[in-house]
Protein backbone atom coordinates (compact mmCIF):
# COMPACT_ATOMS: atom_id res chain seq x y z
CA UNK A 1 0.00 0.00 0.00
CA UNK A 2 1.58 3.30 -0.86
CA UNK A 3 1.91 5.89 1.83
CA UNK A 4 0.60 9.54 1.22
CA UNK A 5 3.24 12.14 1.72
CA UNK A 6 1.76 14.99 3.53
CA UNK A 7 3.97 18.61 2.74
CA UNK A 8 6.50 18.39 5.65
CA UNK A 9 7.48 14.87 4.49
CA UNK A 10 8.30 15.80 0.80
CA UNK A 11 10.20 18.62 1.91
CA UNK A 12 14.18 17.65 1.84
CA UNK A 13 15.44 19.83 4.44
CA UNK A 14 13.54 21.61 7.83
CA UNK A 15 12.30 25.03 7.45
CA UNK A 16 12.08 27.76 10.16
CA UNK A 17 9.11 29.43 10.10
CA UNK A 18 9.92 33.26 9.90
CA UNK A 19 7.98 36.81 9.26
CA UNK A 20 10.92 39.57 7.61
CA UNK A 21 11.37 42.00 5.12
CA UNK A 22 13.43 40.94 2.00
CA UNK A 23 14.66 42.18 -1.38
CA UNK A 24 14.24 40.69 -5.38
CA UNK A 25 16.83 42.28 -7.34
CA UNK A 26 17.16 41.14 -10.87
CA UNK A 27 18.99 42.42 -13.94
CA UNK A 28 15.84 42.28 -15.59
CA UNK A 29 13.79 44.44 -12.94
CA UNK A 30 14.63 48.17 -12.54
CA UNK A 31 13.34 48.25 -9.42
CA UNK A 32 13.92 46.48 -6.44
CA UNK A 33 11.13 44.60 -5.18
CA UNK A 34 9.90 43.82 -1.52
CA UNK A 35 8.87 40.53 -0.37
CA UNK A 36 8.15 39.07 3.34
CA UNK A 37 10.13 35.86 3.76
CA UNK A 38 7.90 33.54 5.75
CA UNK A 39 10.42 30.21 5.79
CA UNK A 40 13.95 29.08 5.33
CA UNK A 41 15.45 26.43 4.84
CA UNK A 42 19.29 24.96 3.71
CA UNK A 43 17.42 25.02 0.16
CA UNK A 44 14.78 27.49 -0.63
CA UNK A 45 12.24 29.99 0.75
CA UNK A 46 8.46 30.78 0.82
CA UNK A 47 8.28 34.56 -0.32
CA UNK A 48 5.12 36.64 0.04
CA UNK A 49 4.60 39.34 -2.71
CA UNK A 50 2.21 41.78 -4.19
CA UNK A 51 2.22 41.07 -7.53
CA UNK A 52 3.80 37.39 -8.04
CA UNK A 53 3.49 38.43 -11.99
CA UNK A 54 6.45 41.09 -11.22
CA UNK A 55 8.80 38.32 -9.56
CA UNK A 56 11.63 37.04 -12.49
CA UNK A 57 12.50 33.78 -12.42
CA UNK A 58 15.47 33.86 -11.36
CA UNK A 59 16.70 36.29 -9.19
CA UNK A 60 19.27 37.33 -5.74
CA UNK A 61 17.67 37.32 -2.79
CA UNK A 62 18.82 40.03 -0.39
CA UNK A 63 18.04 40.00 3.70
CA UNK A 64 19.65 43.18 4.51
CA UNK A 65 19.23 43.15 8.46
CA UNK A 66 20.40 39.59 8.83
CA UNK A 67 23.22 39.89 5.73
CA UNK A 68 22.05 37.19 3.78
CA UNK A 69 22.41 37.50 -0.26
CA UNK A 70 21.55 34.05 -2.49
CA UNK A 71 20.64 33.66 -5.93
CA UNK A 72 17.15 32.19 -6.85
CA UNK A 73 15.17 30.31 -8.76
CA UNK A 74 11.67 30.05 -8.91
CA UNK A 75 9.61 26.67 -8.69
CA UNK A 76 6.35 27.54 -8.09
CA UNK A 77 3.97 30.66 -7.61
CA UNK A 78 0.43 31.08 -5.86
CA UNK A 79 -1.20 34.25 -6.07
CA UNK A 80 0.68 35.69 -2.69
CA UNK A 81 3.38 33.74 -2.79
CA UNK A 82 6.33 32.41 -4.35
CA UNK A 83 8.67 28.99 -3.36
CA UNK A 84 12.42 29.20 -4.53
CA UNK A 85 15.29 27.14 -4.55
CA UNK A 86 18.57 28.40 -3.62
CA UNK A 87 21.34 27.68 -6.88
CA UNK A 88 24.11 27.11 -4.09
CA UNK A 89 23.09 26.31 -0.50
CA UNK A 90 23.90 29.33 1.71
CA UNK A 91 24.47 28.76 5.07
CA UNK A 92 22.29 29.53 7.74
Not at 42 to 48: I, M, P, W
Not at 64 to 86: D, L, M, N, P, Y
Request: with cysteine; glycine share 6%.
Amino acid sequence: MMKLLNQADRRGTPRINLYIDGTIKSSETYEPISCIVRNISQTGVTLYVENVDDVPDSFRLHLEHEGFSAECIVVWRSKTQVGVVFESAPNL
